[in-house]
């Protein structure tokens, strides 16, 4: 098993890759970190002269925008009606941010020139958002440890990942503080959620979501979609459903 990590879109990503015969893992890797890469240059908030800080100034409109930018942004208002509101493209004071659904595009991304590149069984795994592809070596699934939010040198529990559901999203305050917009009359009862979903775009956004709007946006998206969720509550109590509990280590 080979692991390769490298810093992007604020956070470390790491790879770990099944070695397959004939196949550059430093090159393949390359790729992947410049597919991180394209996007964060468009839309990272953090770097003055991306497209999205000059929409954030004022200096270039959404019209004016790319075709890469206006499309993210059509993205981001669909799953905004698919949430009820819960997940949202804007910050409360009206800045367009993408990042809640463009780390998602980048690790689809990279997870796809690590497949074109020739590896069947690898995990990527950005700022613990992870989306896996096969089986590791000498075993019969990928195990995921969920972090406890009040001690991030423990697990609470782990899961087997299943073909059906490769993607894995945990939404915190945990690790950078109160950082989730939620709406003023949402209850605050939720440390911590983890989605696991067919894709990591719909775990990453319902896990969002899910933090963000509460119980009411929990019971929503679970009926909504195909999705296995576990949530941890401020006083440490857990909440999930059955399919969660499907994915439990015995």
Known sequence: MLTRTFDTMGTTV??????????????????????????????????????????????????????????????ALEWR???GGAFTPHRPDGVLDLSGTIKAVGIQRAFDTLRAAGYRDFAVNCGGDILFAGTPDDAESWTVGIIDPADRTRTVTSIRMDQARPACATSS?????????RRPDTDITFAQVTVVAPDILTADVCATAIIAGGHETMNQLTHAFDIAVLVVLNDGEFLGNAKFSELLNT
């Open 14 to 75: 790491s790879l770990r890759l099944v070695e397959v015969v004939g196949v550059d893992a430093d090159a393949a890797v390359a790729v992947a970190q410049d597919a991180f890469e394209d996007l964060n240059e468009r839309f990272s908030l953090y770097r003055d002269q991306s497209e999205i800080s000059r929409i954030a100034r004022g200096e270039l409109t959404l019209a004016q925008a790319s075709d890469e930018m206006r499309s993210a942004y059509g993205d």
């Open 81 to 83: 009606d698919k949430t």
């Open 173 to 181: 305050n945990a690790e950078r503080g109160e950082h989730i917009w």
